[in-house]
């Protein structure tokens, strides 16, 4: 079966997905030419070279875990994570900070000696000024403060914040834009992340994958919207509860507890513990 055996809801909601979205992005970003043509340009790094891509990649820190968008190794064995985030409120700042460390966690083997610790690089790109400095890119790297200055530390670790909202007349700015639009393009700076998009917005393949990602992705936003209905709805049974052992230890009977509509279940409950 091709593109019918989906809704026509899902088929246009895949229909106006942009890179900067998840759903596209992970399909995306699977594709290793992209995410280097990416890293290239934003990064400045014209002769970077990816050799494996990993979407959705899961990460275990100590207490939580971590889901990397495209988790990129490069061929000197350097780590680069690539991360996309629309809505703002994010602490973006600490939130990349925590990613970094857990990432070189992740990979970086016991007993392995401080000077092999593995580079690690975060790209966050945002559809906002995240650190609402008015630069479309801007590299933040650890510093040692100096009687004459700041000065750069090699720590290993390289965080860049790109945005869509900044527009600068620049091969990066431009890439950047590309991740608003919602139509296949044919842009021959950037032919891998052209040919990609064509393939997801023009061929039944593509749209295809596209339109199955965005099932699944309602599917998991039922279950949790349902599970969280439910916490809810177990967290209003509490208050409840506690309630009417306030009332009972108050006074009020059995019966008038029930002409408040309180369940029998709910009262004789309260009954033991009051």
Request: proline share 2%.
């Amino acid at each position: 079966m091709g593109l019918e055996q989906y809704a026509k809801s899902v088929r246009e909601t895949a229909d106006n997905l942009r890179i900067i979205d998840d759903a596209l992005f992970r399909l995306m970003a699977e594709k290793e030419g992209v995410c280097q043509e990416i890293l290239r340009t934003l990064l400045d790094m014209p002769s970077l070279n990816v050799v494996k891509v990993t979407a959705q990649s899961v990460v275990k820190s100590l207490h939580r875990e971590v889901t990397l968008d495209a988790l990129c190794v490069l061929e000197n064995g350097e780590y680069i994570n690539v991360e996309m985030q629309k809505g703002s409120g994010n602490d973006d700042v600490v939130r990349t900070r925590f990613h970094a460390a857990a990432l070189t966690s992740a990979y970086t083997p016991k007993g392995t000696d401080f000077a092999d610790v593995p580079q690690v690089t975060i790209l966050y790109i945002t559809e906002y000024d995240a650190l609402n400095n008015g630069q479309a890119v801007t590299h933040v790297k650890r510093c040692m403060k100096t009687k004459g200055g700041f000065i750069p530390v090699y720590d290993k670790e390289d965080i860049f914040f790109a945005n869509t909202e900044i527009k600068e007349d620049s091969d990066k700015s431009e890439l950047l834009q590309l991740f608003l639009r919602n139509k296949a393009f044919d842009d021959a700076k950037f032919p891998e992340i052209s040919k990609a998009v064509k393939y997801f917005k023009e061929t039944e393949g593509g749209r295809s994958e596209v339109c199955k990602t965005v099932e699944n992705y309602a599917k998991i936003y039922a279950e949790e919207a349902a599970a969280e209905s439910r916490r809810e709805g177990r967290k209003e049974g509490e208050n409840i509860l506690a309630d009417t052992v306030v009332r009972l230890r108050q006074g009020e009977t059995p019966e008038q507890l029930a002409a408040r509509g309180i369940g029998q279940s709910t009262i004789d409950l309260a009954m033991t513990i009051k």
